[in-house]
């Protein structure tokens, strides 16, 4: 098997473990990683990093987080894989939202949400606008929260997924229904409860999804069917391991405890009460609040006056722990901000270098050719022009007086390029004495104006080259053509600028020619 089919194929066994099974989720990651590096994949690497990320989210292993998430970041931000820095992007997202540096975790989301756009990813956009949602629903606000699941909803319903689409359906129905009871929109409640029926009726192997029941009573209690509300309660807490994972009974019972305390069934209440605390207690210090105030709540609804006491220091206590915690999260999510702006700031250094010549101290062929494409791609009607430039009998003033005194000649033509360049031109050097500008929205007569300025310019400093056969000073010889879409191609008028060039030298050098439209070639003084 080829190096790629190995890695394509470990990426495809991650993004199962992804949904089922976080740990073999890490230990495929870190094999792919260690295979992609060997074999110099960049992409085997990033989504190497970036599934990690996820598997320390998904175990909400915080300390592993903010070094998997810089990590990640790093990498992303020096690699084009936009698809991989958009699941970037969401993870932490989810990340900073599990540390309340919401702020953060909105910038993400959203940056997340603006890949998600330009690659026309329906799903993606689904997740994020659920994740959200999610971020308003935890702490409450069930009226930012739901406008948020609407719109999951809708993007749900164009994407293209294949198994999953009818759970992620019922999963984001029944979050509509909770958001709807909590704001008592009862017009809601009953068209997403028709949604959810509907979505059962033709996937009847969704009715073997453990929260359906649960989430039947709520529906019913919200209703005013009470007994039947009770039948199903009674009958599903029956168990004596709990039949929901960790995300459900956070979500589902603290709606079935308000519940049973208001109907006093002391028995099954505390039966939910510390299957729910129980996993409260293990996740961040406002969680373990949560758990003592839910405690708080059973103790006073069947008058447990003798363990109030001790749950009001503890819920003291734990109130200290969780503002503690605030503060310290937010001092880790300064701490890190700052070191991903130290790093941006290398890394836009970096690329301003990589952009730069060295010795000209203007733009290279790199960024000319980067540059060009992204003025043709935006020039909407407007025009183009490029001008090439060179410097005449440059190797006989080289041989003449030696290639340092060159790289000075060099460096003032560039900077008369620049100092006489306004903000729509872009001078760059192309290679050797070849010099590239590239002019936006410019007439033909203001080309030509900007190189009799510089012509002008170097007329006044006036560098000896005895070995000109143009002039007895360091001459430029140039060449130019301006196109307006549609007939814009940058190819061509690169082609033209150069051809243009040629005549300029055929006339005697010293001189600049336009490449006209008419297809003619006309010298312009």
């Not at 990683?33 to 320390?56: I, K, P, Q």
Request: net charge negative.
């Amino acid at each position: 098997m080829g190096d790629g089919f190995k890695i394509k194929d470990c990426i495809e066994k991650i993004k199962e473990a992804h949904f089922k099974d976080q740990d073999e989720e890490r230990r495929l990651c870190l094999e792919l990683l260690a295979y992609s590096e060997a074999h110099h994949n960049a992409y085997g690497v990033g989504f190497a990093h970036t599934y990690l990320l996820d598997y320390h989210i998904s175990m909400h292993d915080t300390e592993g987080c903010s070094p998997a998430l810089k990590t990640a970041l790093e990498f992303h931000n020096s690699h084009e894989f936009l698809d991989l820095r958009m699941q970037v992007y969401n993870f932490a997202g989810i990340y900073y939202s599990y540390i309340h540096d919401d702020i953060t975790a909105f910038e993400y989301f959203l940056k997340s949400l603006e890949l998600a756009e330009a690659l026309g990813d329906s799903f993606m956009k689904y997740r994020l606008y659920n994740n959200i949602a999610v971020s308003f629903h935890n702490k409450k606000d069930c009226e930012m929260a739901l406008p948020y699941y609407q719109r999951a909803y809708e993007y749900l319903k164009f994407s293209h997924l294949e198994g999953l689409y009818a759970q992620y359906q019922l999963f984001l129905l029944q979050n509509l229904v909770n958001c709807s009871i909590a704001l008592n929109a009862g017009d809601l409640v009953l068209e997403y409860c028709k949604n959810i029926s509907r979505l059962l009726d033709d996937n009847p192997f969704l009715r073997e999804d453990p929260s359906v029941p649960w989430q039947n009573a709520v529906i019913l209690a919200w209703f005013g069917k009470k007994k039947e509300a009770y039948e199903i309660l009674k009958c599903h807490l029956s168990w004596e391991k709990d039949p929901l994972d960790a995300t459900d009974i956070i979500e589902l019972y603290p709606h079935i405890l308000v519940l049973l305390l208001e109907w006093k069934e002391k028995e099954l209440a505390e039966k939910v009460l510390e299957s729910l605390c129980c996993y409260l207690e293990r996740e961040s210090p406002q969680a373990r609040q949560e758990a003592i105030d839910y405690r708080i709540r059973f103790y006073e609804t069947f008058g447990l006056t003798e363990c109030l006491a001790g749950a009001y220091e503890q819920y003291y206590q734990a109130s200290k722990e969780a503002l503690g915690s605030v503060a310290h999260n937010q001092i880790r999510a300064m701490k890190e901000k700052l070191e991903s702006f130290e790093v941006q700031q290398k890394l836009n250094r970096l690329q301003k270098l990589s952009y730069m010549d060295s010795l000209c101290d203007i733009y290279n062929r790199r960024y000319y050719t980067e540059q060009l494409e992204r003025a043709w791609k935006e020039n909407g009607s407007g025009s183009l022009g490029i001008i090439i430039l060179d410097i005449d009998y440059f190797k006989e003033y080289n041989d003449y007086y030696g290639h340092n005194s060159g790289d000075v000649v060099l460096k003032k033509v560039a900077l008369c390029l620049k100092e006489e360049a306004d903000d729509r031109i872009t001078p760059c050097r192309y290679g050797g004495d070849e010099f590239c500008c590239i002019c936006e929205n410019m007439t033909p007569e203001e080309m030509s104006s900007y190189l009799k300025d510089i012509r002008g310019r170097l007329e006044t400093l006036a560098v000896e080259h005895v070995k000109s056969q143009a002039a007895g000073i360091v001459t430029l010889s140039a060449g130019y053509s301006v196109r307006t879409l549609p007939e814009l191609d940058p190819q061509n008028l690169f082609h033209e600028a150069d051809e243009a060039l040629y005549w300029a030298k055929m006339r005697g050098k010293n001189r600049d020619c336009c490449y006209q439209t008419d297809g003619k070639k006309k010298a312009l003084p």
